[in-house]
């Protein structure tokens, strides 16, 4: 019996998830930012910046560490972002803009030579797409009602789309209130 339980113990103690508590009060990198996340938003701490200054918590990571894990943040951001709309073409020397266009235009050749296009196909005869013409052929033609119907039907439709209108309710880009 006292081995059975040891075995229940040592399974319990296995799947049981409890953290050390080794650690105490002592911060980490999960302490500062599981306390509150609302409190360490950039524009919380943008905005309670002057509150808060000599104003030191216990258990709070250090004021230099926000800062500089804050400036780590903005500087990865900014090194991965392209600002399209900085970028100008007068940057760019008038041969390396002409060399650039003669590049891209060449591989879009390239490329548009690899895919098979439908229009380029040459059309060499009417029956080219129908595999059993004799069937085709030998079968009951379209009544005059039926190709009435779907005429009507085809108007109703080009009507139908011809009235579709799209109403503007809210803007499709936001713009972020980044200062």
Known sequence: MDCFRALVNYASSCFNC???STQGNE??????LLDN??????AVLRANNEDREGVDYPNSVPKKDDVSALNKIIQDTAANVIDVAA??????????YSDRVRFYSQRLAQQWNTVPHPNSVSHVGLLKD???PESVLTSVPISHEDLGMIRSMVQKAN???AEIKVKHTENLVVP???P
């Open 18 to 20: 409890q953290e050390d």
């Open 27 to 32: 911060p980490n990198e999960r302490t500062h």
């Open 37 to 42: 996340p609302v409190s360490n938003s950039p």
């Open 87 to 96: 970028m100008d073409i007068h940057h760019i020397e008038p041969h390396e």
């Open 130 to 132: 129908i595999p059993n």
């Open 159 to 161: 009507v139908a789309v």
């Open 176 to 178: 972020f209130r980044i």
